[in-house]
């Protein structure tokens, strides 16, 4: 079956401690996505890359990192230096093409840092 | 800037009562694309629609349907014929255009809380 997986679906880290979130795709997508979302808010776009090798800052990226070395993966580092990190963290892939396209979404990770 | 508005922020309906989930957007550009997903209790997110800016036509599937009205930037969702299974957040979400090859951001609506009850 196709699909995006994110592991884990919970994570608890302390305070100071930097965490690394896994997205990987087998839909064969070029772009890959990573949004945050808060209680009783919409999603908010970390970064996004749409080749390897390449990713673009989306509206929140300030502590977060990303590398993308293969097409089907798209890791999340939340960074110390983020100031409120506890979120439900979803990874999205589309194909990139004339348009926009739906983007399709994994089951995201449940991110806790006390 | 893009922005999408999502009014309702929770509605409560009885099963097999009709439900309409308004959205707004703005934006400057004449050609974008609208969307609309389901986040169940699991908190996947869920495609439902995407729709071009050039084309108004309503869609129906099924139960769903969607009402495009560019002269009022509207792209409203109703669930017919509700069920406890549609108890869901629903999101809008606007795509500006981009050079072709680009990958697309998705802004979004803070998105409305649909409980169907039995």
């Known amino acids: 079956d196709g699909g995006i997986t994110q592991s884990p679906k919970y994570l608890f880290r302390k305070e100071g401690q930097n965490v690394t979130l896994s997205c990987e795709q087998n839909?064969?997508?070029?772009?890959m996505y990573w949004y945050r979302q808060d209680p009783g808010q919409g999603l908010r776009l970390i970064y996004y890359s749409q080749i390897v090798n390449d990713f673009q800052k989306g509206d929140i990226a300030e502590g977060y990192s990303v590398s993308r070395e293969k097409k089907e993966s798209f890791p999340l580092t939340v960074t110390s230096a983020q100031k409120n990190p506890t979120a439900f963290y979803l990874c999205?892939?589309?194909?990139?093409?004339?348009?926009?396209?739906?983007?399709?979404f994994g089951p995201g990770t449940r991110l806790t840092v006390t | 800037a893009q922005k999408v508005t999502q009014a309702q922020t929770e509605i409560s309906v009885v099963e097999k009562e009709d439900v309409t989930l308004d959205c707004v957007y703005e934006t400057r550009d004449t050609t974008y694309y609208l969307f609309w997903y389901k986040q169940p209790p699991s908190g996947e997110l869920v495609f439902l629609i995407r729709?071009?800016?050039?084309?108004?036509q309503n869609e129906i599937s099924g139960r769903y349907s969607w009402n495009f009205q560019k002269s009022t930037s509207s792209f409203n969702f109703t669930i017919t014929a509700s069920q406890v299974v549609d108890s869901a957040v629903y999101f809008c979400a606007l795509s500006e255009d981009a050079s072709s090859g680009s990958a697309r951001q998705l802004t979004f609506g803070s998105g409305t809380q649909l409980t169907v009850l039995p």
């Open positions: 839909l064969n997508h070029d772009a």
């Open positions: 999205a892939s589309s194909i990139v093409g004339d348009g926009s396209y739906e983007q399709y």
């Open positions: 729709r071009n800016s050039f084309d108004e």
